[in-house]
């Protein structure tokens, strides 16, 4: 034998115990594929197939035969299959003999007798005389539902034993698929069977008709006895005398069996009652059952028992049936209601929710409960996102909006928007993870960002769940855990599908209302006023920085993976995609203001140390702030998939674009206040003057980290400072520009540019100013002072002191500007140089006239003056001392050119270490 399925696996039978020939329900697995596949059947070692009939692969019907063992194994055994196993067991109970005349007070098994005084069969139930197969064929169950054919026979049944009873209906509904061949073996069988019971009668007369006739001979021969030997008319008729002792003897046996016969009426009276209360004991206990299972949880029981009770008495015409049966339904009718009221409480599980919609849909509870639980879930999800903002709007920040049972609605334990970065993989996916952010930081953060992330936190605890109850609602696993289908599955399924556009509706609703009280707390402008009252009612709220904005984004992007994880289609989350869109460009354009404010506080940091190029710390400290400001914005600026970016819109761009030249005016305003600082400032008390010694190899020796600098010092430092700034600063925040994805940013470099130029322009002329009009006002008092006349002088013996003194103002400013950055002396010096120059260009051309004496001492100092500065002269300062010189009167003879290049050799001696720091070996000596 091959097998081409599993084998038979007995799990239950009804009822477990029994006398012999009691009728069984054997259920189980892999009970055959038909009844021509059953080919064995025992219980308790009895070999019962001959009453085996075969219902369905999980049901057979039999009855139990005289076993020799009290207790044993159902065994099943299919062509199929094989022979298979038994995980349940049958106790036969043996019956005890009992005389007629005997009282018995245990179940005595009807049996089939034939009672001689009333002349009819006892004990036989009518259930019992009913034949298993009448037409002695396959049975053939059509798909033709119950109510069609009760609405096509109407009064009718399709049960053999009803009064009512109509063979086309039990035709159609057992027949429906067999041949017309088998229908005339099925006619030919019924024949037989009728002829049976007509020669059973027939027989039973002719078997009995030669003693009647005997009893009529014996009769007849007493009788003509009596006639001959004249008895009768002696003493009466013998048939009267012997209906008379008949009649007697009758009497007699009746007085002594009366009280027999009536306890025996009383014992089968009493026998019947029990038999029906054997027999229907699962309907006499069911009400009670129920209770019991109810206050249990054992739903799935109750509902078993349930539809068994109503496939066994739901149309039962016996009046004691119908009332226990209408206790039962009253019964089911409140649990529908319990089970209601436990499916819409919420919050609930999903796994929860599954399975009060199937008890309630296997019980056929009118309406459509998922729908209602659908209902019921969209409006807690509603509810919860109000709550959480109420609560934050009125300043409880309650452990409970965090950790509280609303969250707690699945066996798994949901995780913060923020730790959801590592599960949106595994959210394709739907498992959870653990944050390993302190849960202090919740406490820390703002109060708005607290809020996004409990809102979000609502929804994507929530909304998964909720998705997922549509789908199984839509596909009908809600219905059925097998999955079969039933025309009250497809109803319902088609039913589900019919309401996608208004599931769809409660999800936008769900979104949106997301989405607009994340508005209201964030981006209150965007909501119109009648919106606002709804979702706003931030009072006095404060802007949150970038970083917060920065994380919120993250934030939203996450969930937005999440949701999109469970493929929600996306034109449902475009409002995600939009309010991310207004999130990134509002944090961009908070971060750029917050960072001009950051950059406007600099200049507080400065502590007017200079390094070997003669910059501060300012300028990168500027740059290293907009470097991180663009760094901390990355996440901002770049696109995740499916979002626009921020540049898309040319407004964005530009407004970028205002700010980020605000941040460079920022800052070069705040250069140009340190340079104006005065001994007011409250920086700039104990304001001294920086001691020089010009000697010294480091001239940075005397500065230190709580160096105080002069307000010339501020302007050589901030000049320098300008001087980075266009060179290296810009270009370099430029390229970072570039870098970051930034467009456009050529004009914001050169804006800047331009910018720290006119400002370096504005201070190097003030600068200029401070030392050049002093160096140039003493010129002329000094060249006067003693009343000096060039027409009436004697004969030089040198360079007087004012031009002396002038050359160590000059140098003065050298040692000054060489401190801070020796990068600028020559621009410092060739302009001073140039307006010392046109001075004594001038005063020269306002003398009238010169004396021998006076051009030569005239000559020697404008010599001395030029060729000590050399090194620094310019176009201009050429032409001026050129005029100058041009001024003067030629020099009579050799002796005086003699004597000017001795008198010029003398002043080039004797200020042979002064003059050191105008050459231009100088520059490279000494170390700055």
């Known amino acids: ?82 022979k298979g196993t038994s995980t349940v067991s049958f106790r036969l109970m043996k019956q005890e003999k009992i005389g007629i005349l005997d009282q018995s007070a245990v179940w005595v098994e009807e049996m089939n007798y034939y009672d001689m005084r ?55 509904e057992n027949h429906s698929a067999t041949s017309f061949d088998q229908l005339k073996v099925a006619a030919i069988f019924l024949r037989k069977q009728a002829n049976k019971k007509n020669e059973g009668s027939l027989a039973y007369v002719k078997g009995g008709l030669s003693t009647f006739f005997e009893a009529q001979d014996a009769l007849s021969a007493i009788h003509q006895k009596l006639e001959v030997d004249g008895t009768e008319k002696v003493e009466g008729s013998m048939t009267q005398k012997l209906e008379n002792v008949l009649n007697r003897a009758s009497n007699t046996a009746d007085t002594l069996f009366q009280e027999v016969l009536g306890r025996k009426d009383k014992a089968d009276s009493t026998r019947n009652a029990l038999n029906v209360l054997q027999r229907f004991k699962f309907l006499f206990n069911l009400p009670l059952n129920i209770e019991r299972n109810i206050q249990k949880g054992d739903y799935d029981v109750v509902i078993n028992d349930y539809e068994k009770a109503k496939s066994l008495f739901g149309k039962t015409e016996v009046r004691v049936f119908q009332k226990v049966y209408a206790e039962v339904e009253t019964r089911i009718d409140a649990l529908r209601i319990l089970l209601m009221d436990k499916l819409l409480e919420m919050p609930s599980t999903l796994l929860d929710q599954k399975r009060y919609i199937r008890y309630l849909s296997e019980l056929h509870t009118p309406g459509d409960p998922a729908w209602k639980c659908i209902m019921a879930q969209h409006k807690w999800i509603l509810q919860l996102m109000q709550s959480c903002r109420e609560n934050y709007v009125k300043g409880k920040k309650s452990a409970t909006v965090l950790h509280g049972p609303m969250l707690d609605l699945d066996s798994d334990v949901r995780p913060s928007p923020i730790s959801r970065l590592s599960q949106t993989t595994s959210v394709k996916r739907a498992s959870s993870f653990q944050s390993s952010r302190d849960d202090s930081w919740r406490f820390k953060a703002p109060q708005l960002v607290t809020f996004v992330d409990n809102l979000t936190e609502i929804v994507i605890s929530q909304l998964p769940n909720f998705w997922k109850l549509w789908i199984s609602y839509v596909n009908g696993s809600l ?35 997301l989405m607009k009280l994340i508005r209201g707390a964030l981006l209150p402008s965007s909501l119109v006023e009648a919106e606002l009252k709804q979702y706003g009612g931030w009072e006095a709220k404060v802007e949150l920085s970038g970083q917060w904005l920065t994380h919120i984004i993250h934030t939203m992007r996450l969930n937005y993976e999440s949701l999109t994880a469970l493929e929600i ?119 001294t003057s920086l001691p020089l010694d010009i000697s010294s190899p480091d001239l940075l020796g005397n500065l230190h980290e709580n160096f105080i600098p002069s307000p010339e010092q501020r302007l050589l430092i901030v000049l320098s400072n300008c001087d980075y700034l266009a060179s290296h600063t810009f270009n370099n925040l430029a390229e970072q520009f570039v870098k970051h994805s930034f467009q456009g940013t050529e004009k914001i470099a050169q804006i800047s540019i331009d910018d720290v130029k006119n400002l370096d322009q504005r201070l190097f002329e003030t600068y200029i100013e401070l030392k050049s009009d002093p160096i140039v ?50 621009r410092v010096l060739s302009h001073i140089i140039e307006a010392v120059a046109e001075e004594m260009s001038r005063l020269m051309q306002c003398v009238s006239s010169f004396s021998k004496n006076g051009a030569l001492q005239a000559k020697l100092e404008i010599c001395a003056l030029r060729d000590a ?60």
């Open 1 to 82: 034998m091959s097998r081409t399925r599993e084998p038979p696996l007995v799990t239950g039978i009804s009822p477990n115990e029994g006398f012999p020939w009691t009728k069984v329900t054997i259920r189980g697995e892999n009970l055959g594929t038909g009844a021509t596949d059953l080919i064995g059947l025992s219980i308790c070692g009895h070999n019962c197939l001959l009453t085996a009939e075969w219902m369905s692969a999980s049901k057979i019907v039999c009855r139990v035969g005289p076993a020799k063992n009290d207790k044993g194994d159902i065994i099943v055994t299919t062509k199929s299959g094989g």
């Open 118 to 172: 009333t002349d009819r069969n006892k004990g036989i139930s009518p259930l019992s005389l009913r034949p298993a197969n009448p037409l002695g064929i396959d049975v053939h169950k059509g798909k033709i539902p119950q109510m069609d054919l009760e609405g096509l026979f109407q009064g009718m049944s399709g049960d053999f034993t009803s009064e009512n009873f109509s063979a086309t209906w039990y035709l159609i």
């Open 479 to 513: 219905f059925s855990e097998t999955g079969e289908k039933s025309e009250q599955v497809e109803k319902l399924k088609k039913n589900a599908r019919s309401r996608q556009n208004d599931f769809k509706k409660m999800i936008q609703e769900v979104i949106s209302s």
């Open 569 to 687: 289609p996306n034109d449902l989350l475009q409002t995600i995609q939009e309010l991310i869109l207004d999130l990134r460009v509002h944090c961009l354009m908070i971060t750029l203001q917050q960072t001009a404010d950051d950059v406007k506080r600099l200049a507080e940091k400065e502590d007017w140390v200079v390094d070997n190029e003669g910059i501060t710390s300012l300028p990168a400290q500027f740059e290293h702030q907009v470097v991180q400001t663009l760094q901390s914005l990355k996440e901002t600026i770049n696109c995740k998939p499916g979002e626009t970016s921020i540049f898309h819109h040319e407004r964005n761009q530009r407004h970028v674009h205002e700010l980020f030249i605000k941040i460079m005016k920022v800052f070069i305003y705040s250069l140009e206040h340190l340079s104006t600082k005065t001994e007011g400032d409250p920086e700039s008390t104990h304001l």
């Open 777 to 826: 006002g003493s010129l002329e008092p000094g060249i006067y002072a003693g009343y000096f006349d060039w027409k009436d002088c004697l004969t030089p013996t040198g360079v007087r002191t004012y031009l002396k003194e002038a050359l160590v103002n000059i140098i003065a400013v050298h040692a000054e500007v060489f401190t801070i950055s020796k990068d600028l002396v020559p």
């Open 869 to 928: 500065v050399s090194s620094f002269l310019t176009p201009d300062s050429i032409s001026s001392f050129k005029q100058a010189l041009e001024t003067l009167p030629q020099l009579p003879n050799g002796a005086h050119k003699k004597l000017l290049e001795e008198l010029l050799n003398k002043f080039k001696s004797s200020m042979h270490l002064q003059l050191t720091c105008f050459q231009p070996s100088s520059r490279s000596l000494v170390k700055t």
